[in-house]
């Protein structure tokens, strides 16, 4: 069986470095000028779920992050981007493109057991019409995970993941239930970190080049640590998961900008 999924969000990270040598090239005014009508258009992004990041560590500068509802006002945002002066000053290391996933694994479950007690063919019309009424009752309760807001917490970690198709170790060969057992065990480590770290994950399959992109948002950054080392205890970490690429980064709002343009970090928000 393959697990039912439900969608909601689509999610671009933009990775960027500030081109400082011609940044520091510009008089004061110049400087100003550009910074002022970045934060202009950055503070109306903030109102539909964009956020920025002052990124740590050599790869990269700045993070933009944004939540739309379809992938048209995803791209549109890129390109309100690319219209920027800041934008000239600014190289992508790196982006990642997904869509807010919630896996259904229970509920694949128990669903399939019923139509199978009634007898109901796979790939029916009925068989069909039951899992489409059951996807929607899902996604109405579902919703407001579905379509998050960016959370307001000052330190984000960002990370592509796979699951292993190794020479000896296939996720996608093993069988449903015993993927439902692990998903379970997994997901019972992040319960415990609730209150501590904010986790949206995001599907990627037929985006990007991973599976997955993991967003994990909270206010105190060693969580992430705490969270991420004890999920590699897990099974479906310890054997399955492949890690790409860590970021971390701190919540830069669009009002203080300019004050990251002049090296220093805004403090709060």
């Known amino acids: 069986m393959v697990p039912l999924t439900l969608e909601g969000s689509y999610v671009l990270h933009q990775m960027t470095r500030i081109r400082w040598s011609a940044w520091k090239a510009l008089t004061p005014h110049q400087r100003l000028d550009v910074a002022q009508k970045a934060m202009a258009a950055l503070s109306a992004m903030e109102t539909h779920q964009s956020a920025v990041y002052s990124l740590l560590g050599h790869k990269g500068d700045l993070m933009f992050l944004h939540y739309r509802h379809t992938l048209d006002e995803l791209h549109e945002a890129e390109m309100r981007l ?42 029916s019309p009925e068989w069909e019409q039951a899992v489409n009424e059951e996807l929607a009752r899902q996604r109405r309760a579902m919703e407001p995970r579905l379509f998050p807001s960016v959370p307001p917490h000052r330190y984000i970690c960002f990370y592509p993941m796979d699951r ?105 928000l």
């Open 82 to 123: 690319a219209q920027l002066s800041l934008w000239d000053f600014l190289d992508t290391s790196t982006s990642y493109v997904s869509v807010v996933e919630l896996g259904l694994y229970e509920t694949t479950a128990k669903l399939n057991k019923s139509l199978q007690e009634r007898n109901v063919q796979p790939a």
């Open 164 to 268: 292993r198709r190794g020479e000896d170790r296939n996720w996608y060969q093993l069988p449903f239930q015993e993927r439902a057992r692990m998903m379970h065990e997994h997901g019972m480590i992040g319960r415990k970190y609730a209150g501590d770290v904010k986790q949206i994950i995001s599907g990627s399959i037929g985006f990007d080049d991973w599976e997955w992109g993991v967003d994990l948002f909270s206010d105190d950054p060693l969580q992430f640590k705490k969270l991420i080392y004890e999920m590699r205890f897990d099974e479906v970490s310890a054997v399955y998961a492949l890690f790409g690429t860590f970021y971390a980064g701190i919540r830069v709002p669009a009002g203080r900008l300019t004050q990251i343009l002049h090296g220093h970090l805004p403090a709060g």
